[in-house]
């Protein structure tokens, strides 16, 4: 009911959310009669902010049409590599005239880079994809808003996104002959069930996986987030931030968790900053400081754009994550496209290079819950195995602003560079069908 009573809120919320738009342009225009004056400048300011918190937000675009690589601008084209139910894998395919980036372009390394599912879209790794882009080929999972999938389509499970990034893998490794795989927060734990899982059964791994900011032991330093899914039984959350998906959409019916309870949550963790933003945006305007007030328009329209998560994949998330810690205690068993049941073993993982970076001050992946993969994968060399903690960096520092750009990403490429140097060590495989005795060793673990 909860869904229905806000899809009808923001249904008679939108006129007015347009009129005060319209009032803010009519107010702001210089050739109006008002349009020069303070009162004018105050009324369009204070139309403009009601806009801005009544208006509906949509899924923002990557729009990364074009980069700079030296001296060279290089095109972009977006393309959908292949489409699943609940994810697109998208493919920003680089084109130039010039014949020796060219060339330095095919020679580039292909990296997929798994973005979270956990409230906001894929496009909130917009700076590292453009980043990466300099020197990778590179490839990120676009997960649908579970709102818009219809119940046809079937349920989406925990399982499934880690057998989605298990295809994505070898889809790359087949076009690339291998490729690196980048985690960044959520998905670092089903990223390395999938390719323990891959290493277990023989598979080709990729030959480095990164992974940043995000819960592997979600016991090491807990924040208010690992609180929220401790304190409550799953039971709680099922009663009160699941709910069905009402009609206007295509996933009439579907059980979900509501993108605007996300963002009702994501606001409460810190209110009066985001009431402050707000009142200074109201300042830029009335001052005419459009530079800050296109920053607050661009950092928002990312923030507030929220997708539903299914029901099935958030309550097995916050039980398998954050409640029996099934990765470190080892646990976990996932089921495969084939339905098998198989056991979560990151020891098997030998010819994977890992880098795990943190934040210094993460206050959702605390201190230590990303490192804690360093110990789990006990059969990674030392050598081919890294640590990084970024001082001054929050969560999102570590993927997104200048310390991404200046800090992060040059070892973030050297480490890629250096395991693709060193590919020898990887032997690859062919993809082999796994024995009735492996079966039975990894179901026994």
């Given at each position: ?33 008002m ?24 899924k ?69 994809v ?33 057998n ?14 291998n ?31 990164v ?17 929220l899914?401790?304190t ?41 900053r985001h ?116 001082q ?54």
């Amino acid at each position: 009911m909860l869904y229905q009573i806000y899809d009808t809120q923001r249904a008679l919320m939108e006129p007015f959310a347009d009129l005060a738009q319209a009032a803010a342009k009519a107010l702001s225009n210089p050739l109006t009669p008002m349009g020069n004056s303070p009162m004018a400048h105050r009324l369009a300011a204070g139309y403009e902010l009601l806009y801005r918190l009544g208006k509906d937000y949509e899924k923002p675009e990557f729009n990364l049409r074009n980069i700079m690589i030296g001296e060279t601008e290089v095109a972009v084209q977006e393309r959908i590599i292949k489409a699943k139910p609940f994810c697109e894998l998208r493919r920003f395919k680089r084109f130039t005239d010039s014949e020796s980036v060219l060339a330095d372009m095919r020679g580039q390394p292909a990296v997929l880079i798994v973005a979270p599912l956990s409230g906001h879209y894929a496009t909130l790794l917009r700076d590292t994809v453009r980043t990466m882009l300099k020197t990778h080929k590179v490839y990120i999972t676009d997960w649908r808003n579970a709102r818009l999938v219809p119940v046809e389509d079937g349920e989406f499970h925990l399982d499934d996104y880690v057998n989605y990034v298990q295809e994505f893998i070898r889809d790359l490794q087949a076009e690339h002959g291998n490729c690196h795989v980048m985690s960044v927060c959520q998905p670092t734990v089903p990223v390395m069930a999938a390719i323990s899982l891959m290493a277990s059964r023989g598979e080709m791994t990729p030959l480095s996986m990164v992974m940043m900011g995000g819960p592997i032991d979600a016991r090491r330093s807990p924040t208010a987030v690992n609180t929220l899914a401790t304190t409550h039984s799953i039971e709680w959350f099922e009663n009160n931030v699941i709910y069905r998906v009402p009609t206007t959409f295509p996933g009439v019916g579907r059980r979900v968790y509501p993108g605007f309870l996300q963002h009702t949550g994501f606001v409460a963790m810190n209110p009066d900053r985001h009431a402050q933003s707000h009142y200074d945006y109201f300042e830029h305007l009335m001052k005419g400081d459009e530079a800050s007030a296109d920053a607050h328009r661009r950092f928002y329209d990312e923030y507030n754009a929220v997708l539903d998560m299914d029901a099935d994949y958030y309550l097995e998330t916050i039980e398998t994550v954050f409640q029996k810690f099934s990765l470190v205690e080892g646990t976990w068993d996932v089921r495969s496209e084939n339905g098998e049941v198989e056991r979560v073993c990151p020891a098997d993982i030998k010819d994977c290079a890992l880098l795990t970076i943190e934040g210094e001050l993460d206050d959702i992946s605390g201190s230590g819950q990303t490192e804690a993969a360093q110990d789990l994968c006990a059969g990674i060399p030392a050598s081919a195995k890294r640590h990084i903690e970024i001082q001054g960096a929050g969560h999102y520092g570590i993927f997104s602003g200048s310390r991404w750009r200046n800090v992060v990403y040059p070892q973030v490429q050297a480490f890629i560079s250096a395991a693709e140097k060193n590919k020898g060590v990887t032997k690859p495989a062919a993809k082999k069908s796994v024995t009735t005795t492996a079966k039975a060793k990894r179901r026994a673990r």
